[in-house]
């Protein structure tokens, strides 16, 4: 049993869906990346997690355990870090640690001191008196030191200086890895995201468009450019024209997609046929004498074999994308395809 | 039971600077109840023991504030929400914090001083109750506010915490004033009808007034802070600094008149820096109108020592009712060096309180008292008689540090003189523990007994003090016993103590007497 487990989670604020229908599982140990633009959902997923929200409708278990229920000895057992979150600004470091320690039976105080020393925290200051980076680690610190199973963490990383984030980024995974913690988090911060999870979930408005391994997902999507050239060897137009993307299709283990068609509406002049353009080939972007579109099922060998049955003459590259490149490309793409279907 | 304990702890250590306050503020009322003025149930105590039963009010509101609303259990973002503490433990140990807060500590504080009064039982309870009702006034009163409106919530809150400022202020203020008119020399401390204090308490509220308008409309917290800080930081200090008025004063026409129509008694004005009138009341009023002189300073002026006099006349037909206050009234009373002599009406019994006068006579030197400028009155229905010898010629105490009292009396026949280190505790007053060291005593005359002339009693903590005049002429109250120790203890009871005590110290040469209300008393 996975000790994250959500089914069609639904919470509403009034009349606003902050969440809808969701469906999420985080396997044991893994570190799974909630990413999305702002009021996808994931903060309230997180709090709904947290037993802090109750679900509007759906179910979200937690070591097994309804959120609705959660109890003292589950919350032993579970991190949770959100910066927004009231804190005892009164209290020094050393206050808070000592503060938070009692109520962890499971509070390891050599983890404590090495993840203050590692942090270069002063134990002596109070927290209102501490830069945003240094109340982060300080509270990293005190939803980390006890070893929870489970590790919550919403904006870990939003806003603060490359060095705090690869400190916080880097203790995060330590912890994890040697606690064999399961983490989820929320971030605005991609590259840090690629850098520490082994599993993203893309949300949009409330709704999933994509949960995949970090690895499976970086290994399927490609940039394929395309150089058409003349026989002379001059460049030759590609014509494509009034070129929209396709949605995007999801990968192994997509739990839901983006959904709509396109197949075939590429409008580019000269192929074979627009219906013989792969689904999973999409936002082809035409610079005249170029053809560039992802792939989002890269294959090498199929896409070569697709790429050389529409253009025999030209070069075919493919270029890696970063996880940043796939979550500005899939939320593009959804968008597209949202305004395509409110059009229709 | 151990995580409430701790969240308990971490709350009071939260709250530290609160507390500390808190356990301060306790003090003032104590010290009030314990040395307060000489008349039990007066004006001045009465108004302290409310007063600090407001500001317990408004203090127990303010935390209650502090604890439910500025760190409200409720909400998703709380701290606790999403640590392992139950909703349970939460309010277990916030209740626990204030009952520490609101309760425990008042009654920490005041549990020296409750052993110091030898309170029963009984009364441990009153008191414990009492607390406990002024705290869960300001809780409930704290909590019903908790639930209000935010912006009705803040306002009623900012109002409040102006409101304890100024109930400081003005605890502090009367604290200052009443220590001030002491020292001068006033018997009673004129607190109430010191016109400054009213004056600081009505410009400090203006202040507060205009530094809460600045901060609104600058949004400067500084400059507000800054406003009362200068304002505060002035007022204390001219208040400080202004002298004190003398409590000689002519009297308004109107009391001269209404002491003019007075038969045997002839006023006469005498010239000089300060005008004063003498009294010659060798006759006694036919008409038998009830009248009383009290002799309630004696102030040093251009070499002569002299004693205003209150004077309270009272009619027939308004037996105990209005009584017309004459006051600031200045009989003769003359002679510092040798003697002190005062022209005094035949029927008078009184304190003369001095200072500086008494410090500097000779020891060595008869002290002449050719009578006594008060006339007391032990009840409101009963005026005591006492006739005075034309002189009476004894020894002058030897002189001690501080100001000195003394009492003339004269009881079946025999005047007694008393003195005191302490004057106020010359009095029947205070439900507290006295200790008096006795000069050159030779014994100790203590008398037990139920029968009084005159009881009086008030209410504080809940507890009644209630506080007898043992008449000396009873014959079945006297006792007497050697007194090897010259300090001798004496713990002033309350209601339910063992009875009246009066401590007599015969003293060579003369006879020092103090009434001190009842208890017991022990070498």
Known sequence: MNPIEITQLSRSYGRVDAVRGLDLAV????????????????????????????????????????????????????????????QPDWMTVRQLLDYCAPLYPAWDKGLEVELLRRFELPGDRKLSQLSRGMRMKALLISVTAFRPEILLLDEPFSGFDPVVRDDVSRGLLDVAQEGNCTVLLSSHDIEEVERVADRLVMLELGRKLVDEETASLLARHRRIEVELYEEDGAAKGTGVEAVEGTPVSAGPGAGATGGGAGVGTTGLTGLPSAGAWPSHWSRPEDSGDRIEFVDTQYAAESCEEACRARYPEAAVQERPMTLRDIYLHTARSAALARGKGRAS | MRILLHLTLAELRRLRWWTLGWAVLQVPGLVMLWSGDDTPGSDLSYRFTMLQAQLAFAWAYLLTHEVWVEAAPLGPERFWKPRPISLAQLLGSRALALLTLLW??????????????????????????????????????????????????????????????????????????????????????????DGRLSLLVGAWALVVLVSVGLLYLTRKRWLSSLVLGIFGAGACACYLFLPIPAPLLTPSPAAESALGRLEGFQFSRRPGEREYLQVDAQRRDPAGIPLELRADQLLLEQGELRIPVFCYLRTPTQKGGDINDVPNFVPDASALRGAVRVAAPTRVEGWLLAQDPLSSLDPAKPLRLTGVAQLSRYSEDE??????????????????????????????GDLFVSASTRPRLASAR???????RFMDCTHVQVSRGTHSSGSRSFTALGVVWHVEQVDLRDPRCQTTSKLTDPKVRLRVGHEHGVGAVRVDAVIPGITMLDTLGEGSASK
């Open chain 2, 430 to 436: 205070v439900p507290a523990t006295a200790r008096l």
């Open chain 2, 104 to 193: 425990l500590i008042p009654v920490l504080v005041s549990i020296p001083f409750w052993c110091f009064w030898g309170l029963t039982v009984a009364d441990w309870g009153r008191a414990l109750l009492s607390h406990a009702t002024a705290g869960a006034g300001g809780f409930l009163g704290g909590l019903a506010v908790a639930v209000l409106n935010p912006w009705i919530r803040r306002g009623i809150t900012r109002y409040l915490a102006s409101l304890l400022c100024l109930a400081c202020v003005g605890i502090l203020a009367g604290f200052f004033s009443y220590a001030r008119y002491e020292w001068a020399g006033y018997r009673d401390s004129p607190f109430n009808e």
């Open chain 1, 27 to 86: 396997p044991e140990g893994s570190i799974c990346a909630l990413v999305g633009p702002n009021g996808a959902g994931k903060t309230t997923t997180l709090r709904v997690l947290a037993g802090l929200l109750d679900p509007s409708k759906g179910s979200a278990c937690i070591l097994g355990v309804d959120t609705r229920r959660l109890g003292v000895g589950e919350r032993r057992r579970i991190g949770f870090l959100d910066e927004r979150q009231q």
């Open chain 2, 383 to 412: 005026v005591i008689l006492i006739d005075l010898p034309r002189s009476y010629e004894g020894k002058v105490l030897r002189r001690q540090s501080g100001p000195w009292s003394i009492s003339v009396r004269q009881i079946r």
